[in-house]
T-cell receptor, first 113, second 111 residues
Framework: KAGVTQTPRYLIKTRGQQVTLSCSPI?????VSWYQQTPGQGLQFLFE???????NKGNFPGRFSGRQFSNSRSEMNVSTLELGDSALYLC????????????FGQGTRLTVV | GNSVTQMEGPVTLSEEAFLTINCTYT??????LFWYVQYPGEGLQLLLK?????DKGSNKGFEATYRKETTSFHLEKGSVQVSDSAVYFC??????????FGAGTTVTVRA
């Protein structure tokens, strides 16, 4: 069974640009969540999508957005990049339910210069 | 809202030493509790979980017991190896289905 796939693995962008990251969940998983990981802030929850609807949202500015497609694949977009957006962006997928575990991808390392 | 507080690191141990990482939580209802591990350069992977009070999760020699009376889920391993060097995250999933993480504890095991 294929795991969670995130593309690209590494990305370098210039301040002010926008970026789109992609996440393909495990087959059959309809919930996809995104996290930002930085040395100073740890793991910060961005948002969660379930069946193409945003179910939860973290405390990030509107420059961060996401969507989920009918095949459960998800994308997140960051517009007007800032230096502080440099981070590891992790995607996780799971089946519905409070007790289910989340399966994580290896992440996309975004560097803003 | 729900939150997780875990022991600050870094923690440095010798091989075969006993490891404990403290984790406490605040949540409404009856959350499920998890420990995740992140090895260098990789994403997070589930180490163990417990879904109700007094449940004990265990895997790879690690154990944690869901203690509702003390709202805790401390991680323990009796004899660590160099290969256990990683960052460990305590997490909970509440009735809003959102997975909330602690700050992470970096563990280094020396030979």
């Amino acid at each position: 069974k294929a795991g969670v796939t995130q593309t690209p693995r590494y990305l370098i962008k210039t301040r002010g640009q926008q970026v789109t990251l992609s996440c393909s969940p495990i087959s059959g998983h309809r919930s996809v969540s995104w996290y930002q990981q930085t040395p100073g802030q740890g793991l910060q929850f961005l948002f969660e999508y379930f069946s193409e609807t945003q179910r939860n949202k973290g405390n990030f500015p509107g420059r961060f957005s996401g969507r989920q497609f009918s095949n459960s694949r998800s994308e997140m977009n960051v517009s007007t990049l800032e230096l502080g957006d440099s981070a590891l962006y992790l995607c996780a997928s799971s089946t519905p339910g409070q007790s289910t575990e989340a399966f994580f991808g290896q992440g996309t390392r975004l560097t803003v210069v | 809202g729900n939150s997780v507080t875990q022991m600050e690191g870094p923690v440095t141990l010798s091989e075969e030493a006993f490891l404990t990482i403290n984790c406490t939580y605040t949540a409404t209802g009856y959350p499920s509790l998890f420990w995740y591990v992140q090895y260098p350069g990789e994403g997070l992977q589930l180490l163990l979980k417990a879904t109700k009070a007094d449940d004990k999760g265990s895997n790879k020699g690690f154990e944690a017991t869901y203690r509702k009376e003390t709202t805790s889920f401390h991680l323990e391993k009796g004899s660590v190896q160099v290969s256990d060097s990683a960052v460990y995250f305590c997490a909970l999933r509440g009735d809003d289905y959102k997975l909330s993480f602690g700050a992470g504890t970096t563990v280094t095991v020396r030979a």
